[in-house]
Nanobody, 114 residues
Framework: QVQVVESGGGLVQPGGSLRLSCVAS????????MGWYRQAPGKQRELVAT???????TYADSVKGRFTISRDNAKNTIYLQMNSLKPEDTAVYYC????????WGQGTQVIVSS
């Protein structure tokens, strides 16, 4: 079972920013590429961003230029800095390895609304 704890979500106005954090177990984090995923109401879960153990990142086209993924290997933590948020970014955000394991954490809710 994936052992992660996501945090940092909340309600924010369009154009605002949030920073999500995900603390993973050392066993999960070490040597693995990690990813942020999200699932909006009524939609399938989608990949948002990935980062390798060496720090190389990729992004979905919908968030490119607005979101930044990073990792702190000493803390077994990955982050997602989200700027210029849009209502369509509203979703539950999850972290997992990339490719993902079959089980998921609780996620953290992000609501972008005025």
């Amino acid at each position: 079972q994936v052992q992660v704890v996501e945090s940092g979500g909340g309600l924010v106005q369009p154009g605002g920013s949030l920073r999500l954090s995900c603390v993973a177990s050392a066993r999960l984090f070490e040597f693995n590429s990690m990813g942020w995923y999200r699932q909006a109401p009524g939609k399938q879960r989608e990949l948002v961003a990935t980062i390798t153990s060496g720090g190389k990142s990729t992004y979905a086209d919908s968030v490119k230029g607005r979101f930044t993924i990073s990792r702190d290997n000493a803390k077994n933590t990955i982050y997602l800095q989200m700027n210029s948020l849009k209502p369509e970014d509203t979703a539950v955000y999850y972290c997992n390895t990339w490719p993902s394991l079959d089980s998921w954490g609780q996620g953290t809710q992000v609501i972008v609304s005025s």
